[in-house]
Each structure stands twice: as structure tokens, then as C-alpha cells.
Nanobody, 120 residues
Framework: QVQLVESGGGLVQPGGSLRLSCAAS????????MGWYRQAPGKQRELVAG???????HYVDSVKGRFTISRDNAKNTVYLQMNSLKREDTAVYYC??????????????WGQGTQVTVSS
């Protein structure tokens, strides 16, 4: 079982920046898709950004141009750089590692979640 540990969440003002980190207990290169999800109160969990071992990147439309997902294979860490943060970005952010983009049979690892609050 792969362990994912998130850090970097907190309180930030609108327009500010925050970087989330997800450290994996095993090589992230061996994980097909690493991604970040978020869930706001009363909302369904959504995929924010994902990156494959081959370098393909996907963002949800609402964060394009503001968020950047990246990985450091040497550190077994995936990052989510969040700029120009909006109040609508407030949510619990979860790190995820899985075998495919969609709901398929295979591994599906989750971090504990870290709170991001955008407020003045």
C-alpha cells in the first residue's frame, strides 16, 4: 500500500499563492496518474489536476492558467502550485495516485486531505 502525505495547506488571502506537496512512500514514476482532487462543503469531490508518468497533464477548466501541477521523481513528490487564488478554491485538497484516469480496476491511493481556505 502506497502512503501519500500532503502538506502546504492553510489560510491565504484572495489573489495569493500556495503550494501543496504530496510525498509518496514509493516511486511516483511507477504510479500511472498522480493528481489533486478537492471537495468543498456540500460539493462533490472533483479532479483539479493530474499528471501521468509520461508527462501528460490535465486541469479542470476553473483552474487553468492559475494552478500548475508538477512532480519531482527524485523526491517522490507531486506539487500543486496555486496562484491567483479565489474564494471558490476553498476546499479540502486530496492527493491521489491511481492506475487510470477513470474508475477502473486497479490501485487507488489517497492522502488524508489538507484544508485550503481562501478568505480575507
Amino acid at each position: 500500500q502506497v502512503q501519500l502525505v500532503e502538506s502546504g495547506g492553510g489560510l491565504v488571502q484572495p489573489g495569493g499563492s500556495l503550494r501543496l506537496s504530496c510525498a509518496a512512500s514509493e516511486s511516483i514514476f511507477s504510479i500511472n496518474v498522480m493528481g489533486w482532487y478537492r471537495q468543498a462543503p456540500g460539493k462533490q469531490r472533483e479532479l483539479v489536476a493530474g499528471i501521468t508518468s509520461g508527462g501528460y497533464i490535465h486541469y479542470v477548466d476553473s483552474v487553468k492558467g492559475r494552478f500548475t501541477i508538477s512532480r519531482d521523481n527524485a523526491k517522490n513528490t507531486v506539487y500543486l502550485q496555486m496562484n491567483s487564488l479565489k474564494r471558490e478554491d476553498t476546499a479540502v485538497y486530496y492527493c491521489n495516485g491511481r492506475s487510470a484516469w477513470g474508475p477502473v480496476e486497479g490501485y487507488d491511493y489517497w492522502g488524508q486531505g489538507t484544508q485550503v481556505t481562501v478568505s480575507s
